[in-house]
């Protein structure tokens, strides 16, 4: 951990796969059934100004990711499951140009977004995403620590701490509990493929499975961090509002969330930026957590998120090669096949965003 160095490349794994965001590019990596990996490179739109300032970059920051993740974990699921049933049906093309050959007798589909999902369907998840976070993490630790304020418990330090306990221990529990499922266990293990990708990216060395597969899963810039950063500053934050009625709480609670993840934000980019004895104890909570959300990639996994790094390292280096969308596979050799007709199919499904 020691030798992190902070760059401008971040992911977040799927199934199967995962996503790599440079600078001017993002770039979804997916391992085919017969072993390819279909890959997928958009350019990123020029970030605003807010970008510049402070707190509010981070509550940007955290819906723009928000939105972009459940977009990319969607899009992922569909062309995985295009691609299973294409093998399933002994295709030898992509569902894509199959369905552009078809013409007309091609069955009609829904009206897309920007990646290919029925629209709504995006927005839709992240409400119901955000409903569900409210409801774990504000709404039933206050009503636990309601049940025990009753039971005679006064101290307004005391109530807010164990509050933030519950909080904390529902999140390991979550985690804990879904990463028995095989498919969630795999996709946290593509999750230590990007970390150990991107550590072999940040310290020098040729992007291979073996040089990345020295390095550890853990990563000071990990989203992980971010939400035990969120819950230790709300455990902090939501302690000067004193134990007020429980819609006040509630309310309080609610408004707070976008300083907190702003704040939550602006913390994890300085401990990313810096390796000091303080910043160590700041980012230990988040990477004790990361143990729990990563696990050990195959070399296979890790083929898969170099392929999706290397996908935007040329727009990251090279600020004057214009990046164009680009839709095809990595074949087992390493070579580049690019689909035009897909690609075609998803620059349209984005113009009509």
């Known amino acids: 951990m020691k030798n992190a160095c902070p760059t401008k490349v971040g992911g977040q794994a799927i199934l199967e796969g995962l996503m790599m965001r440079g600078s001017r590019s993002l770039a979804i990596a997916i391992r085919q059934p017969d072993g390819d990996i279909h890959l997928t490179v958009e350019p990123l739109k020029k970030p605003g100004s807010w970008k510049k300032i402070p707190i509010v970059r981070g509550v940007g920051s955290f819906i723009s990711s928000l939105v972009t993740g459940t977009s990319v974990l969607m899009y992922g699921a569909d062309v995985l499951e295009r691609l299973e049933s294409a093998g399933e049906t002994g295709e030898t093309e992509t569902p894509a140009v199959s369905e552009k050959k078809a013409?007309?007798?091609?069955?009609?589909?829904?009206?897309?977004?920007?990646?290919?999902?029925?629209?709504?369907?995006?927005?839709t998840s992240v409400a119901l995403a955000l409903v569900l976070v409210v409801a774990l993490?504000?709404?039933?630790?206050?009503f636990i620590l309601g049940l025990i304020k009753k039971a005679g418990l006064d101290s307004v330090i005391i109530l807010n701490l164990i509050e933030g306990i519950i909080r904390i221990c529902i999140f390991i529990g979550y985690i804990m509990a879904v990463r028995k499922i095989p498919d969630v266990r795999r996709t946290f293990e593509y999750h230590g493929a990007e970390h150990k990708t991107i550590h072999c990216y940040e310290n020098g060395l040729e992007l291979t499975p073996q040089n990345a597969q020295s390095?550890?899963?853990l990563h000071p810039r990990c989203g992980t961090s971010f939400m035990m950063f969120v819950m230790i500053i709300a455990l902090l934050v939501f302690s000067l509002f004193g134990w007020p009625n429980l819609l006040v709480r509630i309310l309080t609670r609610l408004i707070c969330i976008p300083f907190i993840a702003g704040l939550s934000y602006e913390l994890l980019q300085f401990t990313g930026r810096h390796d000091s004895g303080l910043v160590k104890i700041l980012s230990m909570p988040g990477i004790m957590l990361q143990k729990l959300t990563t696990c050990e990639p195959t070399l296979e996994q890790l083929e898969v998120a170099i392929a999706a790094v290397n996908a935007v390292l040329p727009s990251h280096e090279n600020a004057s090669v214009p990046v164009d969308y680009w839709v095809g596979v990595v074949k087992k050799d390493g070579s580049l096949v690019k689909n035009e007709t897909e690609t075609q199919d998803y620059i349209e499904s984005k113009q009509k965003k």
């Open 103 to 123: 013409g007309k007798d091609a069955p009609k589909k829904d009206a897309k977004d920007s990646d290919g999902i029925p629209k709504g369907a995006v927005l």
């Open 215 to 217: 390095f550890y899963t």
């Open 137 to 142: 993490f504000i709404l039933l630790p206050t």
